[in-house]
């Protein structure tokens, strides 16, 4: 049985989607509610729905692609070119592509056979989503403080999603927030934060050299997450990065979430993770997905640089909104755009 689960705003276009993507012999293994929104708190419910495929006598999984031969080479050929196409590294594609027609062998009992463009590209999406690591989200505990900054480059989102995580916490968790940035770099970039400070009435501190830090933290009160608002810095300016670590090094954060963006390039992607490696990052933040047109060559680099876990997804512009935890079905949704269906015959 080929089993997968699908979320949509009612059983309709739940049903609608399982159909599209699993064909019409499909069946409804089972279906409860759940909260989406700010994190599941904001209590717009939505429809899960899990839904099998009989894979009988070895026959592959997807309704109405009935086997034929065994997988011609040249199919696996044209999967690697379509990755390596959306920036994916030659090694990466090789690897994805080897490990997603294993994946679909083993699932139908070790036969070589042909399998339609819809199985090789779901086997593919199974196998970035187990290449990609998500880790867990901030836990903000009361009476317990915990001192978490965002780093990135330049215009990624790092601002707009600390204010999106301060209201989360602020207003849905009702934990004791403070604000405090060490971005004096650019003139608007106090403002923009003291903006979300003011409207969200939490305490925010400006800090500009590494010996006002501790200053600047006691100066917040007793707050339960202390959230740190970085410059966007080249990550190949090392002499900028080094400023930052010196600043962050005194405030001695628990966790430092790198803040990338999902519309960069596979290349760019790899170039910050390898700038701010210096700044040992805890974990991922992926912005923009809703402007990224695909996903592969983003995790490509995620892959191959050995990117700490996801913690989160951002989704848009909204504050609070558009920001989800990190999880592994929602980044392969969009691996190689939309749709997804490689150019594969079946
Ligand atoms: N579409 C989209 N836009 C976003 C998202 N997150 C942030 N933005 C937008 O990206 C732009 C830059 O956001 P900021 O939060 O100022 O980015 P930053 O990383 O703090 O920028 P610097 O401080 O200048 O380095 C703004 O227009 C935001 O509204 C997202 O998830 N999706
Ligand atoms: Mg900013």
């Not at 965002?150 to 602020?170: D, H, I, M, N, Y």
């Amino acid at each position: 049985m080929y089993i997968r689960t699908f979320q949509a705003a009612n059983l309709q276009a739940a049903l609608a989607e399982i159909r599209e993507q699993m064909g019409t012999d499909a069946t409804v293994l089972h279906t409860r509610q759940v909260k989406d929104g700010w994190m599941g708190w904001l209590g717009r419910t939505q429809v899960e729905v899990t839904a099998g495929l009989r894979t009988e006598n070895n026959q592959p999984s997807l309704a109405g692609q009935a086997p034929s031969e065994s997988l011609p080479r040249p199919e696996a050929e044209q999967l690697r070119e379509l990755l390596i196409r959306e920036g994916v590294s030659d090694a990466v594609a090789e690897r994805w592509t080897r490990r997603s027609i294993e994946t679909l062998r083993v699932e139908h009992g070790g036969q070589a056979m042909a399998f339609s463009s819809m199985a090789l590209q779901n086997a593919l999406q199974r196998v970035v989503a187990a290449d990609i690591e998500c880790g867990a989200p901030i836990r903000a505990l009361p009476n317990e403080r915990r001192v978490i900054a965002l780093v990135g480059p330049t215009g990624v989102g790092k601002t707009t999603t600390v204010a999106k995580l301060a209201a989360g916490f602020r207003i849905q968790q009702k934990r004791r927030v403070g604000l405090l940035t060490i971005d004096t770099y650019r003139i608007a970039a106090v403002h923009q934060l003291q903006a979300y400070a003011d409207i969200m009435d939490l305490p925010m501190q400006v800090v500009e050299r590494p010996d006002q830090m501790q200053a600047g933290l006691k100066a917040l009160g007793d707050v339960d997450l202390v959230l740190i608002d970085t410059a966007g810095r080249n990550p190949h300016f090392t002499a900028r990065i080094e400023q930052l670590r010196a600043l962050l090094a005194a405030a001695a954060p628990d966790e430092t979430h790198l803040v990338l963006s999902a519309t960069s390039s596979a290349s760019t992607t790899a170039g910050v993770l390898k700038g701010f490696a210096s700044v040992k990052p805890t974990a991922a933040i992926l912005t923009k997905m809703d402007e990224s047109e695909q996903t592969a060559g983003v995790l490509s680099a995620f892959y191959e640089q050995n990117a700490p876990p996801l913690s989160y997804l951002t989704t848009g512009q909204q504050v609070p909104d558009d920001i989800e935890v990190g999880n592994r079905d929602r980044i392969v949704k969009a691996l190689l755009g939309r749709p997804q269906a490689p150019a594969i015959a079946a």
